[in-house]
């Protein structure tokens, strides 16, 4: 199985900075994508930003202000915040789309997954 290990939230002013971290473990053969999804208080989770190929999409609401990025080698995404606002409050989620590997009585198994981390808050004070 592949696991999401989240790191980097908490508590800040208005016009701060936060920078969150995950990291994936486990039987990855290959990591496809990797990004951050948020869920506000009493809404439904929607995308941040999401790192495919090379390539970084990110919601109308956070660019110019968030920033993505992978380091492929050590299977990890990062998300700085900057210029918070308070509506920028929610459970910050990474997720992943991988191919696990598992060898099993000598036959290699793939298997695609997607994963989450287990949410991190993020609360900005106005």
């Known amino acids: 199985q592949v696991q999401l290990v989240e790191s980097g939230g908490g508590l800040v002013q208005a016009g701060g900075s936060l920078r969150l971290s995950c990291a994936a473990s486990?039987?990855?053969?290959?990591?496809?994508?990797m990004g951050w999804y948020r869920q506000p208080p009493g809404k439904q989770r929607e995308l941040v930003a999401r790192?495919?190929?090379?390539?970084?999409n990110y919601s109308d609401s956070v660019k110019g202000r968030f920033t993505s990025s992978r380091d492929n080698a050590k299977n990890m995404v990062v998300l700085q915040m900057d210029s918070l606002k308070p509506e920028d409050t929610a459970v910050y989620y990474c997720n992943a789309e991988a191919i696990s590997k598992v060898v099993n009585a000598s036959k290699e198994i793939y298997r695609y997954l997607e994963v989450w981390g287990q949410g991190t808050l993020v609360t900005i004070s106005s």
């Open positions: 486990g039987s990855i053969f290959r990591i496809i994508s």
């Open positions: 790192i495919t190929s090379g390539s970084t």
